[in-house]
C-alpha cells in the first residue's frame, strides 16, 4: 500500500508502476469539500490517477461512477461523474469498465443524517425491488472484481446498477 499525496500525484508516478489493473473508488462530497473541491477530487484526481496508471503499464481500468452521470447535466455531482468517464475513457486503456451504481449502501464512520435516512427508506425499498435504487457497496466490489476476471466484451463496458446487482452475485 502506498500513501500519496493527492495535490502532488506525479511526484508519486512509482506507485502506479507495473500494475495490470487499476481500480478507483475515489470521491468526496459538494457538502466535505465544497463545490471547487468536489470537481478536484471527483475528477481532477481521478483523471490525473488513470493517467499515470496507464503510463505505469495498467491496462484495464475499473472506475465507480454514479447512475445517472452525464457530461451535459445541469447538475454539478452528475456533470462531474460524466466528465471524469469520459476523460478515464480517452486516457486508452485496453479495456475500460465504468460502474454506475444507483444509491450505494453502508456504513460510514462520519455522520450524514439526511444519507442515513435515505439509507433506511432505501433499505426497506430493496427488500422488494432489489436492483432499483440502490446497491450493497459490498455488491460494488465483487461486481468490480468479477468484471476484471471475465472476458471483456468491449473496450468500455459500462455497469449500471442492475448489471451490478447480477455481476456482484458471480
Not at 8 to 25: I, K, N, S, Y
Not at 112 to 120: G, L, S
Request: overall charge positive.
Amino acid at each position: 500500500q502506498a500513501v500519496v499525496d493527492f495535490e502532488r500525484l506525479g511526484e508519486h508516478a512509482a506507485a502506479f508502476q507495473g500494475h495490470d489493473v487499476g481500480f478507483c473508488c475515489l470521491g468526496t462530497t459538494r457538502a466535505k469539500a465544497g463545490a471547487d473541491g468536489f470537481v478536484r477530487v471527483d475528477r481532477d484526481y481521478v483523471a490525473q490517477a488513470a493517467e499515470l496508471a496507464r503510463a505505469g503499464g495498467c491496462k484495464h481500468f475499473v472506475l465507480q461512477s454514479s447512475q445517472g452521470a452525464n457530461a451535459q447535466s445541469r447538475f454539478l455531482y452528475l456533470r462531474v461523474k460524466g466528465e471524469v468517464e469520459n476523460l478515464v475513457q480517452a486516457v486508452g486503456f485496453d479495456r475500460c469498465t465504468i460502474l454506475r451504481p444507483a444509491v450505494l449502501l453502508c456504513k460510514r464512520q462520519e455522520s450524514r443524517p439526511m444519507e442515513w435516512i435515505t439509507q433506511q427508506f432505501l433499505g426497506v425499498v430493496a427488500q422488494v425491488f432489489p436492483t432499483a435504487y440502490s446497491v450493497p457497496v459490498e455488491t460494488v466490489a465483487r461486481a468490480m472484481v468479477a468484471s476484471v476476471l471475465q472476458p471483456g466484451k468491449e473496450k468500455v463496458d459500462v455497469l449500471e446498477n442492475r448489471a451490478i446487482h447480477e455481476l456482484g452475485k458471480a
